[in-house]
């Protein structure tokens, strides 16, 4: 079996959540959700923030910086990627994360990539980090709020219920054995006619929300499918996602069968679209089994990506040497799979290994940074198992969410998240 090589270390990973939320059930016994649609996702409920998305991802990243132990004036790189509107209409909202999070002469940049911005803005940071003479240190944050008046969370779409919430992750380009986690391998592909599904029929508009007053994705997903059919898109993810997948694991040194990968973590898009495009395509590829970990977060934007990384040490508990395969996807379209492992410190080498399976990491650099096998959590942090659940062990990866190859009830995929000030699900 030959090694997969790191590419990347990720010094830790963050999902910052409000406090507040609101029950699908609640939705459901006020008359304003259809029981059927609480079946089509399987998600129970959403965090709603009163900050703005900005102010989120500060905390996320200031959170994420802390926990790695690295100071914000380190950072040379910062991107944040955002799918809905960032409290200004006409501003640089990557530069005031930056600034927030103390890494004030970082390189700020945007990205709108849809509900893959937190992908896109993963691979972009690692050819950034790949340069000689240029970062040695990115940091990654989403966020989102899809608050009234401009967004209905329940509503606005098909089978899709939006959360609010950031994250962030600290990546640099010298893995070692004190890494949170490793990025094997980061890999992007598209179809760009694709784009109709969020135009739908619409003429261009001199003005943000001139067709309606809140954000409508339904109207253009009307518009998309009576153009091409409800069977249309199933066949674009058929013919993108699984040869992106190969290629991802083909560059992390991989086989689909290989052992060390534990699982595979779904976008948080819901059970219906999941089962109609996304599991099947996964099938093709790797029998390991899937996991949605959307269900007390929803989408969460451009974050899923980034949130799922974060709870391969939370609610996931991905264990050292095991490899996890993570999937984003968004408007345009675009998919990105990234292939994560969790590092095992060995004596004398920055390596890893597993029943005989081994990766190894690049050219292990003696940092100021490292915090040990198991990094320091931010203060109050804390990831909680819904009482009386037990875990289930699936493949090396413990989760309350696995369900095999058919997603869980939402009655049975639960875990709890630290929300609010002060707290970060890492």
Not at 299 to 326: K, M, Q, W, Y
Not at 387 to 403: D, F, I, K, Q, Y
Request: with cysteine.
């Amino acid at each position: 079996m030959s090694a997969a090589v790191a590419q990347f270390g990720i010094r830790a990973a963050v999902t910052w959540l409000p406090t507040e939320t609101e029950k699908a059930a609640t939705q459901v016994a006020a008359g304003l959700l259809a029981p059927d649609e609480l079946d089509d996702t399987g998600y129970e409920e959403l965090p709603v923030s009163a900050e703005a998305a900005p102010e989120l991802a500060v905390r996320a990243a200031t959170a994420a910086l802390r926990s790695a132990g690295v100071a914000g004036a380190d950072v040379g790189l910062l991107i944040h990627a955002w799918t809905h509107h960032q409290g200004h209409d006409f501003w640089a909202p990557a530069s005031f994360v930056a600034a927030g999070a103390g890494a004030r002469h970082a390189l700020a940049i945007g990205v709108q990539q849809m509900c893959n911005g937190g992908g896109v803005a993963l691979e972009l940071a690692t050819d950034h980090l790949r340069g000689a003479g240029r970062a040695d240190v990115a940091v990654i944050t989403t966020a989102d709020r899809f608050c009234p008046p401009g967004f209905d969370r329940w509503h606005g779409d098909y089978g899709l219920w939006y959360g609010d919430g950031a994250t962030a992750m600290v990546l640099h380009r010298r893995p070692d054995p004190g890494d949170d986690l490793h990025l094997l391998a980061v890999a992007t592909a598209t179809d760009c006619e694709a784009e109709t599904m969020h135009r739908g029929d619409d003429p261009f508009s001199p003005a943000a929300r001139t067709h309606s007053p809140a954000v409508d994705v339904r109207r253009t997903k009307r518009a998309y499918l009576a153009r091409y059919g409800r069977e249309h898109f199933a066949g674009v993810v058929a013919d993108r996602l699984p040869s992106l997948m190969r290629t991802a694991l083909a560059a992390a040194e991989l086989e689909p069968d290989d052992p060390r990968i534990a699982g595979v973590l779904l976008p948080r898009i819901g059970r219906k679209a999941l089962a109609a495009s996304y599991r099947p395509a996964i099938e093709s590829v790797t029998g390991a089994p899937m996991f949605d970990p959307g269900a007390r977060t929803g989408h969460l934007g451009a974050g899923d990506l980034l949130a799922n990384v974060a709870a391969l040490r939370t609610e996931f508990g991905l264990p050292p040497g095991r490899v996890a395969v993570v999937i984003s996807a968004g408007g345009g379209f675009s998919w990105t799979v990234a292939i994560v492992a969790r590092p095992t410190a060995v004596s004398g080498a920055g390596s890893t290994a597993v029943s005989g399976a081994e990766y190894t990491a690049v050219s292990g650099l003696e940092s100021a940074t490292a915090s040990g096998p198991e990094p320091a959590a931010t203060s109050g942090a804390e990831s909680t198992a819904v009482s009386g659940l037990e875990p289930a062990a699936v493949g090396g990866l413990e989760s309350a969410t696995a369900s095999g190859p058919e997603p869980a009830a939402a009655s049975g995929a639960e875990y709890t998240a630290a929300r609010g000030t002060g707290k970060d699900v890492h």
